[in-house]
């Protein structure tokens, strides 16, 4: 095939995805610790099926707007540093194909995978090869160079996929904890998927297509879905409409609609509005913006009723309404009073750990962290829903980090993101939080408060392997220090204990436990008694996490 | 002839006896309340009794400031005409002591001159106030030096203290702005300060040692504050003599303080704002 139409386009897109999503698990167990999170199938997979959302919303055939909210959608529904960095691959591939409308030719699909690349490497601070940066800028030279020899589209994306390949094999070469994993990269290895996806869509009969694209993606929100805000019992209708009018003031319709509910969004140009809102009262809303015009595509759904879905259908409140401007208009929820000067979102997993969290003084919790990465999206909405001037994200993941860091360009407040990789990082540097202070003190001082804790986490190992001297089965208990492996045992009491001996030295003094969901009380209180004896000049304290797949998390200071 | 100068201050001063009583330091008591029953501070209840009540006890007591009644008394009793009393007193922000003094002063004899203070403090802080003015009198100094001293002190003077918990300070109603710290599910050690005369947050630190080793490093920071003073501390506690005394033996050499450390007891009346495990630490040059 010599050029490449809008409508193949959006197929090879839709056949990436589905084929991500069949792969995703093995995408999954190519982590190098075979911990039961950081799963950069899953991440890369769901980072897709959100920009695959806006694509499917949209009759559009263009190229360039099709590539515009491929670029749009998987910038918020980015999970993940995976989710991160496959959201700014399409946002350079999206640019590269700016000036394409009708078809894409050899030479337009090689330029869109260099841009692309070229604006992976731009979006992280130390690049680091041997990962899907390497695979990607790989695929690009051999595109490039398969166009340069005059090579139709179709030549064009062999030869990256091609590329890919070897780079992609080549990875445990340049990086030494692949090697002695025995793995590729991961997030190589989903980039290399989802080019299969993008070859099978470009060269499927319609046949193939077609039962390519039937295949069930599965629902992978729903274990770890945002967490359903308290309000929704009360402002239970999600309810969203587009309004067709002229000289739509939106400022006005936002302020009059913000008192009658949460989650409100209002975006568009004077003549065409779209509207979401969160109420207890869709009737009133209907009533209030006929006015305004016509109101089309009404949809009105009872959250409270359903619960399960709720994750799925958040996702499809990305704002596929692009006037053209690269706003993203998410107003303010629980308005209410002046805004506090600092607010805090953490990424937490667990009531328990959800609640402490809380009492520290954060406003908003999004469940998440360990075993589903929040988006963007998710962390964009959280920072917007705190009713604060600027707002300082907690990850507590190091593989949500990167999405933080980019939802701080997202969104008008200020935000700072301190870089705390694990649970006791985040409760040591909520520690020096001071809500009278500046952000820039507070970001110094949390900054300087998460290092002086060390972690340790306890959980199984999903699948055998040799980490240093240590032989690690499948369903293994295997204790982290730093997130490295350091025991391995066979209950999670006795793994903590000697992680937690790995751990205390002379100038311990405290040692904190936060045990898990699939723990009994009295797991943790036969732990409490071992240490409090072992370490007499520590004090011991141990509360109920909750946190899944991780049956303790240990810190140490 | 020039009066006779005395100083009072009241008994949330904290001063341990021998001192008070070598230095002529009077002490006006102010009043705990367990239930019905009402004791005067050191004169009707002692500090282990206290404590044995406070922990064992299910009613939370209350203090009430000495009425200007119980200071004419005390001021009529040791002054003469021509005489000058230098009353030092618990900061107007967490008590009405200071006030009860100030209206004493104007029903007295007019001969008598009493310059009362706010201390902007509590505990130990009132006390190295009471001390600095006493010395100043034994060494003959006149009123205004009195006065300087006990201003420069003020001015200096850094309080930080380690509470067990907030419960106490929060149900007396003297947490001031350190109520955001109130509800945490973890065993945190607040690490207070005095801001304006009032109970402010300083840090969170989690556990008793570590907070311990903060006040150390704390009083260390404080030195390079004013490197050209001699640093002096002195350190109050709650039933918690075994790490205040710890705390009074390092200081001098992990913080340069002289190593004269005034080591007191909390007694019932700031005992009752802070509950027992509290260690308070102040810290001022001279």
Redesign the interface.
């Known amino acids: 095939m010599d050029v490449i139409t809008g409508l193949t386009f959006k197929n090879m897109l839709l056949a990436a995805a589905r084929h991500l999503d069949q792969q995703k698990d093995t995408v999954n167990a190519l982590n190098v610790f075979p911990v039961p999170d950081g799963d950069t199938g899953t991440n890369m997979s769901l980072t897709l099926n959100a920009a695959i959302k806006e694509l499917e919303m949209t009759g559009s055939v263009e190229v360039n707007r099709l590539a515009s909210l491929l670029a749009r959608g998987s910038l918020m529904g980015a999970r993940g540093n995976s989710g991160v960095i496959l959201s700014q691959f399409f946002r350079g591939f999206s640019d590269g194909l700016a000036h394409v409308q009708d078809g894409i030719t050899g030479e337009d699909l090689a330029h869109a995978f260099v841009t692309a690349s070229q604006t992976t490497y731009r979006a992280v601070m130390k690049p680091v090869e041997g990962t899907m940066l390497t695979v990607g800028r790989v695929a690009a030279e051999y595109a490039a160079a398969a166009s340069e020899a005059e090579a139709n589209a179709e030549g064009v994306l062999k030869a990256a996929l091609e590329g890919a390949r070897t780079a992609l094999a080549d990875t445990p070469n340049i990086l030494p904890v692949l090697k002695q994993a025995g793995v590729v990269d991961a997030g190589g290895q989903g980039l290399l998927v989802i080019f299969e996806g993008f070859l099978a869509g470009l060269t499927a009969t319609p046949e193939e297509l077609e039962q390519l694209l039937a295949q069930q993606v599965a629902v992978q929100t729903a274990q770890a879905a945002p967490q359903l805000d308290e309000v929704v019992s009360v402002n239970k209708y999600c309810t969203e409409f587009i309004i067709l009018g002229t000289g739509i003031d939106t400022q006005h319709v936002r302020r009059e609609l913000e008192p009658q509910g949460e989650s409100l969004i209002v975006v568009g140009d004077l003549d065409v509005v779209k509207v979401h809102i969160h109420t207890a009262h869709p009737g009133q809303v209907l009533e209030f913006c006929g006015q305004f015009g016509d109101l089309t595509e009404i949809a009105i759904d009872n959250m409270k009723l359903q619960n399960q879905e709720f994750a799925s259908h958040e996702e499809n409140h990305h704002l596929d309404f692009s006037t053209g401007t690269n706003v993203v208009d998410f107003p303010t929820d629980q308005v209410r009073g002046n805004p506090k000067p600092i607010g805090v979102v953490s990424v937490v997993s667990g009531d328990g750990l959800a609640e402490i969290f809380r009492s520290l003084g954060v406003d908003y919790v999004v469940a998440g962290g360990q075993t589903m990465n929040p988006s963007t999206e998710d962390l964009v909405k959280a920072v917007n829903s705190v009713n604060a001037e600027s707002v300082i994200i907690l990850p507590n993941n190091k593989n949500v980090i990167f999405s933080a860091q980019q939802a701080k360009e997202l969104t008008e407040k200020q935000v700072g993101v301190v870089p705390t990789r694990s649970v006791p990082q985040g409760i040591s540097a909520l520690m020096y939080f001071v809500a009278e202070d500046s952000l820039e003190d507070n970001l110094a001082a949390m900054e300087e408060g998460m290092r002086e804790v060390k972690t340790g986490e306890v959980t199984y190992a999903v699948r055998s392997t040799v980490a240093g001297d240590l032989h690690i089965e499948e369903r293994d208990i295997i204790g982290l220090a730093e997130g490295k492996i350091a025991v391995v045992g066979a209950t999670p009491t006795g793994v903590a204990q000697d992680l937690i001996r790995k751990m205390v030295d002379e100038d311990s003094s405290v040692i904190s436990i936060y045990y898990g969901a699939d723990l009994e009380p009295e797991a943790a209180d036969e732990l409490d008694e071992l240490i409090s004896a072992e370490y007499p000049d520590c004090e011991v304290e141990v509360h109920s996490g909750g946190q899944p797949l991780y049956y303790y998390i240990v810190s140490v200071e | 002839m020039v009066g006779r100068i005395h100083v009072v201050t009241d008994s949330g001063s904290d001063l341990p006896a021998e001192l008070r009583q070598s230095l002529g330091i009077h002490v006006v008591p102010l009043t705990v309340q367990f239930g019905d029953e009402i004791f005067k501070d050191g004169v009707e209840i002692s500090t282990p009794e206290f404590y044995t009540r406070l922990r064992g006890g299910s009613s939370m007591p209350s203090t009430c400031q000495p009425s200007p009644a119980d200071f004419v008394e005390v001021y009529e009793r040791i002054a003469e005409p021509g005489d000058t009393i230098v009353s030092i007193h618990l900061s107007s922000k967490m008590s009405g002591t200071y006030q009860s003094a100030v209206l004493a002063s104007t029903m007295i004899d007019p001969k008598i001159t009493v310059k009362a203070v706010d201390s902007r403090a509590a505990s130990l802080g009132i006390g190295v106030q009471a001390v600095r003015a006493a010395q100043v009198v034994q060494a003959g100094g006149s009123v205004d030096d009195v006065l300087d001293v006990v201003q420069s002190t003020i001015d200096c003077l850094q309080v930080y203290f380690v509470v067990d918990t907030l419960e106490y300070l929060q149900k007396n109603g003297r947490i001031g702005l350190a109520s955001?710290l109130v509800?945490?599910?973890?065993?945190?050690k607040p690490v207070l300060t005095l801001v304006d005369g009032q109970v402010a947050?300083f840090?969170?630190?989690?556990?008793?040692?570590?907070a311990m080793?903060r006040l150390r490093e704390l009083s260390a920071e404080f030195r390079e504050r004013y490197p050209e003073r001699q640093l002096k501390a002195a350190i109050s506690h709650a039933d918690s003599y075994a790490e205040a005394s710890a705390l009074a033996e390092l200081l001098p050499e992990m913080a340069g303080v002289d190593s004269d450390v005034i080591l007191g007891e909390i007694g019932p009346t700031i005992g009752v704002h802070t509950g027992p495990g509290t260690i308070a630490l102040f810290l001022y040059g001279v």
């Open positions: 955001a509800g945490t599910l973890l065993n945190i947050p840090e969170k630190i989690r556990g008793k040692a570590k080793k």
